[in-house]
């Protein structure tokens, strides 16, 4: 009797929020420190390649990561299911800082020229093929199915505070001793996730998502994957609907902006308050998520903020002033991170974990790999049509995005878990 009372409380014990579950935050203190790393080494590659070359140069080490990153990413998802995530993410978070470190030694030594910064750049692009996949996989593994919604807003304003501290701790770097000192600096964060990562407790797979996540050949698992994710009747359209809104999205927010900055004669700094108004947006919809947990009517709530973001970054190429852009942007950054946040959550909520490293993958792919071609398309229609047409032309294929989520009837009955 006594022990059947002990089972139904463990069975009926209230399951304790992520964000104040000590497992989670040591994962979240650890992909925290990866992500202000990144940012710092962003700053002292762009610096020493700036120093050592020529801009276009620059340029060509800057992007030189983008390729092995966009060819390998896919099986970068295999690799994360068949070996598991965090043993992933802490071998890739340990090349990287192997790497980052070499390099600011051979800089402290000596002045070797643009290729160890080459080198470098494609290696990190290569080792983030697999480290994507992986972090995406993670959390799944940390916590449980009803807190992934709130592991996702946690995650957010990880990369929230990591784009605000890590260029300043960067440009400090730089000012201090130079890039040497600032890859230093990059590695030292980077170093830090990896105890961090060893002592996060994981749950293990079931037998079956065992055998779906090494059940043959790599390539077999890799088409696996993806006839996983063009089946599933939520994972489909929700990807796709992701696809539309990040390439309407970037273009504008990032090209887009600095020359409709340059056009209103804003500045630099204007340009900054409007990022910060981004910023600001997008932080409070993770912090929302984070304290709530749960939003009700996923779906629909995706799908309705992906549209009227879009319809928000039309309005931007109109705004009169910096303050209505600043309040424009803001308003961009909400419902962009409201819709980006409650979107992860789905991916993670309704993907079985075994597929988790492939499907972000897919997602990753996309966004990481694929829309970033919009940029350059749009700094030449910009020249071409001007700030406004670009913009709203931009904002139509976001809509798009949110047209799918709610017209995909699986997709906008979509819940987050209880």
């Given at each position: ?5 002990h089972?139904?409380?463990q ?7 992520a ?32 120093q ?16 092995p990153?966009?060819l ?7 690799i ?12 890739s978070d ?9 390099v ?11 290729w ?8 990190f692009?290569?080792?983030d ?6 972090v ?23 990369i ?24 230093a ?12 990562l ?45 696809a539309?809104g ?9 090209v ?13 700094a ?41 319809v928000?970054i ?9 303050v ?11 419902l ?8 992860g ?15 972000t993958?897919v ?5 990481v ?31 798009l995005g949110g ?16």
């Amino acid at each position: 009797m006594t022990t059947a009372t002990h089972e139904t409380v463990q069975r009926t014990a209230p399951e304790l929020p992520a964000h104040r579950d000590r497992n989670v935050l040591r994962w979240l203190t650890a992909y925290t420190a990866s992500m202000v790393g990144d940012s710092v080494y962003y700053i002292a590659l762009s610096w020493a390649a700036v120093q050592a070359g020529t801009p276009a140069q620059a340029g060509l080490v800057m992007t030189a990561s983008a390729v092995p990153r966009a060819l390998l990413m896919l099986g970068g998802g295999v690799i994360a299911d068949r070996l598991g995530p965090r043993r992933v993410v802490i071998g890739s978070d340990a090349v990287r800082c192997a790497a980052v470190l070499a390099v600011a030694a051979l800089l402290y030594a000596t002045t070797p020229g643009l290729w160890p910064l080459a080198l470098l750049a494609l290696v990190f692009g290569a080792v983030d093929a697999v480290f994507m996949p992986a972090v995406g996989a993670l959390p799944a593994r940390v916590t449980s199915r009803g807190q992934l919604a709130r592991v996702q807003g946690m995650r957010g304003l990880g990369i929230r505070f990591a784009s605000v501290v890590g260029g300043p701790l960067g440009g400090l770097g730089v000012a201090v001793g130079g890039a040497a000192t600032a890859f230093a600096l990059a590695g030292l964060l980077i170093a830090v996730s990896v105890p961090l990562l060893c002592s996060v407790r994981i749950r293990e797979l079931p037998a079956d998502d065992k055998a779906a996540a090494a059940g043959g050949t790599a390539w077999g698992d890799l088409l696996a994957g993806l006839r996983y994710v063009r089946r599933h009747r939520v994972l489909a359209p929700l990807l796709l609907a992701v696809a539309l809104g990040d390439l309407g999205f970037v273009g504008p927010l990032n090209v887009g902006l600095t020359l409709l900055a340059d056009e209103r004669g804003w500045g630099a700094a204007g340009m900054g308050w409007v990022l910060s108004g981004f910023g600001v947006g997008a932080g409070a919809a993770s912090l929302l998520l984070t304290l709530r947990g749960r939003l009700p009517h996923a779906g629909r709530l995706a799908g309705w903020s992906i549209l009227a973001g879009s319809v928000a970054i039309g309005a931007l190429a109109f705004a009169p002033t910096l303050v209505t852009a600043v309040g424009t942007a803001l308003l961009i950054g909400l419902l962009a991170g409201l819709s980006g946040a409650v979107c992860g959550a789905l991916l993670q909520t309704q993907t079985a974990p075994a597929y988790l490293g492939r499907v972000t993958a897919v997602s990753s792919l996309v966004s990481v790999g694929l829309t970033p071609l919009s940029m350059p398309v749009s700094a030449a229609a910009v020249g071409a049509w001007g700030t406004g047409p670009v913009f709203v032309a931009s904002a139509a294929v976001c809509g798009l995005g949110g047209v799918v989520a709610l017209s995909v009837r699986n997709l906008r009955r979509a819940e987050l878990p209880r």
